[in-house]
């Protein structure tokens, strides 16, 4: 099945050591997307990429970064992890058109928890 | 500038009754709109989506969400609840020619026996 997978599921990282969290897809969309979502929170949205174009929200911390080597992955890193941090990282995809839709296909999820 | 709104953070239903989650959207433009449910630790998973081919939208695990352009809402709704139905419903809009979603503030639904 085509899907969308984050590794690890659960990341404890130390206050202040760099932390990444990856995301793959094989559904082969052109967009992915980084959220941060904390305890009964809707997702906030860090970034997208839009292909190779990346978008940052204008009210994400400096403290995160992305990478995307390739269509399937994308990668979330954490340069100096705070316990403000500590959240759930979710990423999507998405093909957004009129033909496609403008649904968004969420991976499970990174527990990230920071000691 | 889109925005959702989600009417109540929690609703309370009995195993078996009607479900009934809001959600309205402001937007000169009809949206794309969508029902997203999350439980506990896991992503979200798309429910339903409305994309003006019609205006009673039937999604999975019965559900179903009607637009109506008048009242700017896209409410969720399912006519007998299940104990499994318990977790957190999204409502989003998207507009055309944007990549991005905004979400409603979620509604957390609790089921009782």
């Known amino acids: 099945d085509a899907m969308v997978i984050q590794n690890p599921r659960y990341q404890v990282t130390q206050f202040g050591k760099p932390v990444t969290l990856s995301c793959s897809q094989t559904?082969?969309?052109?967009?992915m997307y980084w959220y941060q979502q904390k305890s009964s929170q809707a997702p906030k949205l860090l970034f997208h990429?839009?292909?190779?174009?990346?978008?940052n929200e204008a009210d994400t911390p400096d403290n995160f970064q992305s990478r995307r080597p390739n269509t399937s992955f994308c990668f979330l890193d954490i340069r100096s992890p705070g316990l403000g941090d500590a959240a759930m990282y979710l990423c999507?995809?998405?093909?957004?058109?009129?033909?496609?839709?403008?649904?968004?296909?969420f991976g499970p999820g990174t527990r990230l928890t920071v000691t | 500038a889109q925005s959702v709104t989600q009417l109540g953070s929690h609703v309370s239903v009995s195993e078996g009754a009607l479900v009934l989650l809001r959600c309205n959207y402001s937007?000169?433009?009809?949206?794309?709109l969508f029902w997203y449910v999350q439980y506990p630790n896991q992503g979200l998973q798309l429910l339903l989506k409305?994309?003006?081919?019609?205006?009673l939208v039937k999604g999975i695990n019965g559900f179903e969400a009607e637009f109506k352009k008048s009242e700017t809402s896209f409410h969720l709704t399912k006519p007998s609840a299940h104990m499994s139905d318990a977790a957190e419903y999204f409502c989003?809009?998207?507009?055309?020619?944007?990549?991005?979603?905004?979400f409603g503030k979620g509604t957390m639904l609790l089921v009782s026996p």
């Open positions: 999507a995809t998405s093909r957004p058109g009129r033909t496609s839709g403008y649904e968004q296909y």
């Open positions: 559904l082969n969309h052109n967009v």
């Open positions: 990429y839009y292909d190779k174009d990346f978008n």
């Open positions: 937007s000169s433009v009809p949206p794309y």
């Open positions: 409305y994309t003006s081919a019609a205006t």
């Open positions: 989003a809009a998207a507009t055309s020619g944007y990549s991005t979603l905004t």
